[in-house]
């Protein structure tokens, strides 16, 4: 294996239970965290539960870990103090915690709904300015920023993920253009540890679509390669649904859905 000790948070979320297995492949010993409990540790394994707004927790989770794999937090719109705990103090506690441990890279997982409001007619890269399609996305713009600082002030190197929709298959028309496989998500996170130089990089996490609104020109240094398509799933998902409103903000905007939901508080 090629790290002594990786953490991965938000082990038993939807994508953690999928990159579970896949890298307990790139390490002699993985360490699990999540908030709640999920079970007891396999071989080579080693389960810490902690809340990501708890300082302490977080330094005590990174003693001695090679590098973060973060999936940790609220990966869908939500009210504003879930995601404030989470994702902004969350953010915060492990990038001090990487500091303070030493810990020299982190993979991040943000998410497309940084960029959400840019139309599906238009295709941006990783250097276009964010346009997140709410408070989840403005909170993982957050995450990019604070990986940002913490790269060029403490030289703790991030590649920022910007995931698309990672499922087994695509489950509407817009999943064609955003789907990132699971074999290609395992490809993306692998190349993000490995790359040899990559300061703070963000990167889009699609695979290899004929439909696509992200230009992945910038971060060609990680040196991923995606080897699925949707495209196989395009007659069935138009079929499904045969007829588009180009009026329809979840049609226009690349956030989808995402740009219709919350504010919460007033109901
Ligand atoms: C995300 O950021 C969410 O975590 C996930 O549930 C999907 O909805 C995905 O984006 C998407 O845009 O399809």
Known sequence: PRFKRLLLTGADGHLGRVLRPRLKRQCEVLRLSHRSDFGPAGSGEEIELAYLENPDAMRRLLRDVDAVVHMGGVSTEQPWSP???????????????????????????????????????EVISPLDPPRPDGLYGLSKAFGENLAQLYFDKHGIETVSLRIGS????????????????????????VAALTAPVVGHTVVYGL???????????????????????????????????PHIDPTDPVALYQGGSFVRTGPFEDG
């Open 83 to 121: 995601i404030l705990a989470s994702n902004i103090v969350g953010a915060y506690n492990l990038y001090e915690a990487a500091r303070h441990n030493g810990v020299r890279r982190v993979v991040f997982a943000s998410s497309n709904h940084v960029t959400g409001f840019y139309t599906q007619r």
């Open 166 to 189: 990672s499922y087994e298959a695509p489950k509407d028309r817009r999943m064609l253009a955003t789907w990132l496989s699971f074999d290609d998500l395992e490809r993306l996170v």
């Open 207 to 241: 695979s290899d679509n004929t439909t696509a609104w992200w230009d992945n020109g910038p971060a060609r240094h990680l040196g991923y390669r995606p080897q699925d398509s949707s495209e196989r799933f395009r007659a069935e998902l138009e079929a499904r649904q």
